[in-house]
């Protein structure tokens, strides 16, 4: 990394006194100086355990100042860091750790949590303190520094991965459309194995100079308390939708604490407008955005509540460092207003997948357009909304779901002769799973048993809310559940009427 993208550097400098990041679990502060310190100390440390270029350091934990500086330590040594999601079953996080062949696994209690071996994050912590720092060359910003675990279209997980020149553009991208200066404060709760946990919420502010707040993880009632706190001043909050209406379902919500936030910033998922309308009658900025693991930060609202309302439901306008465009089933570009693949080129788009050169093929356009299979439409002024996906992927929570997942998780259950699994929409998650199941003649299975066999299988999020036994399912071909007539026969009080 050079000394212009390590900005943590740049500030440790410039304002060394200044509060980079509070732990919000553990009470802990850190200056400019101090976070600076730390990272160079646990760059030493992997390097005496052995971490070499382009090696993988896993981690299973909660959010915590210590992933961050483990992430800019992986940066700094031209390792490669891994921060695998605990909401899995124990048996997905294995096929992780399989694919990444991490050189080190690193941890807090979720690692007895789900049976792994591995180093406790605070032993690490305490013996990289006892090293003294060692000035590390600098590395080589196009190299990757962050693998990211995301489901692929056919469930099977696929390794994002980024490098700081990736990561740098969304850190421009997301401090410009979201107003973010030396003075603004992230509240950070979602989880740090995620895009936003991440890079979202931490490189802008670690760009700008500005303090983050680390929380570890997210709970209506106490995050709620948090953003109203004056004395935690917290400007910049990011979530996924199905969190902004947690917080205003909690028990005593009060919109006017919030309403010195820069804004409540929302993406992953679908942002209806009447959400965003009822946040804006309370006198809040909720300011929708789109992105991807693979792109970071791609589209963002504007601030300003009156330009909001304006176009409630969309997801905003592109930095002009990245190109976007919608083209049609031909390759053909789309004229305002018509719905088509949006497509996006630029610095901010990942290198490619861990392993997969293969689906590196399938992504990548000619001339170095990255497909999303997201269909969106834009205006005459260049705003964009996104109107379906061409996968059969939901989003349930925040949280990407693969019906084949579902699907090839009950193959081997007794008495299941055929399955298919849709997103259906929900007032609280978005969208959950319903569940389609026929039986083999004879078989004696019900809801109960179905899910009984799913669970150790799958996480919790994954698993469907509903599961309607029928006499067939609608096929359009070899091998193809017609999934589209499924979605279009569904009742949410009944299920399938085929």
Not at 3 to 26: F, N
Not at 343 to 364: C, D, H, M, S, T
Not at 457 to 464: D, E, G, M, T, V
């Amino acid at each position: 990394m050079n000394a212009v993208q390590d900005w943590l550097a740049l500030h440790a400098l410039l304002t060394p006194k200044r509060i980079a990041a509070e732990d919000l679990t553990s009470d802990r502060v850190w200056t400019y100086g101090e976070l600076h310190l730390l990272v160079a100390c646990f760059a030493t440390h992997l390097r005496m355990r052995g971490i070499g270029s382009g090696e993988r350091v896993a981690a299973l934990s909660r959010n915590r100042v210590e992933q961050i500086a483990l992430h800019l330590a992986c940066a700094r040594i031209g390792a490669i860091y891994v921060p695998l999601n605990w909401r899995l079953a124990a048996a997905e996080i294995n096929i992780l750790i399989a694919d990444c062949e991490p050189a080190l696994i690193l941890g807090d209690a979720m690692l007895d949590r789900h049976g792994l071996i591995g180093l406790d994050i605070d032993r690490f912590h305490a013996e990289a303190l006892q090293a003294r720092p060692i000035q590390e060359p600098a590395g080589d910003p196009d190299e990757p520094s962050l693998l990211l675990y995301t489901s692929g279209t056919s469930g099977v997980p696929k390794g994002v991965l980024l490098s700081e020149s990736n990561i740098f553009q969304t850190a421009v991208n997301s401090s410009i459309l979201c107003a973010v200066n030396q003075e603004s404060a992230f509240l950070c709760d979602t989880p740090m194995f995620h895009i936003i946990g991440m890079i979202t919420n931490v490189r802008p502010a670690l760009l700008r100079g500005a303090r983050l707040l680390i929380s570890d993880g997210f709970d209506p009632v106490r995050t709620l308390a948090r953003l109203s706190d004056a004395r935690l001043g917290a400007t910049h909050y990011f979530c996924v939708p199905q969190m902004a209406a947690a917080l205003r379902a909690a028990p005593g919500f009060d919109a006017r604490p919030l309403r010195r936030l820069t804004a409540i910033f929302t993406g992953g998922a679908p942002q209806p407008a009447a959400n965003i309308r009822a946040w804006l009658d309370d006198d809040v900025s909720i300011v929708d955005g789109f992105g991807m693991t693979e792109l970071g930060t791609v589209f963002g609202m504007p601030i300003d509540r009156i330009e909001i309302a304006k176009r409630a439901g969309s997801v905003g306008l592109a930095s002009p460092t990245i190109e976007t465009r919608i083209v049609d089933g031909h390759g053909c570009v789309c004229a305002p207003g018509i719905a088509g693949e949006l497509q996006v080129r630029g610095p901010n788009v990942a290198r490619g997948y861990w392993r997969k050169p293969e689906l590196e093929q399938q992504v990548f356009a000619a001339g170095g357009w990255f497909r999303t299979g997201d269909i969106a439409k834009r205006d005459d002024e260049g705003f964009h909304w996104i109107v379906d996906r061409q996968k059969d992927m939901y989003i349930s929570g925040g949280e990407n779901v693969y019906p084949s997942e579902i699907e090839a998780a009950l193959a081997d259950c007794d008495g299941v002769a055929e399955c298919a699994a849709i997103g259906v929409p929900d007032a609280k998650w978005g969208e959950v799973g319903c569940l389609y199941v026929v039986t083999k003649p004879g078989a004696n299975l019900n809801s109960e048993l179905v899910l009984k066999h799913l669970a150790p299988r799958l996480a919790r999020f994954k698993l469907p809310k509903q599961v309607c036994f029928v006499d067939e399912l609608p096929w359009s071909g070899p091998g193809k559940v017609n999934k589209r007539k499924l979605r279009a026969a569904f009742d949410a009080t009944s299920g399938i009427k085929l």
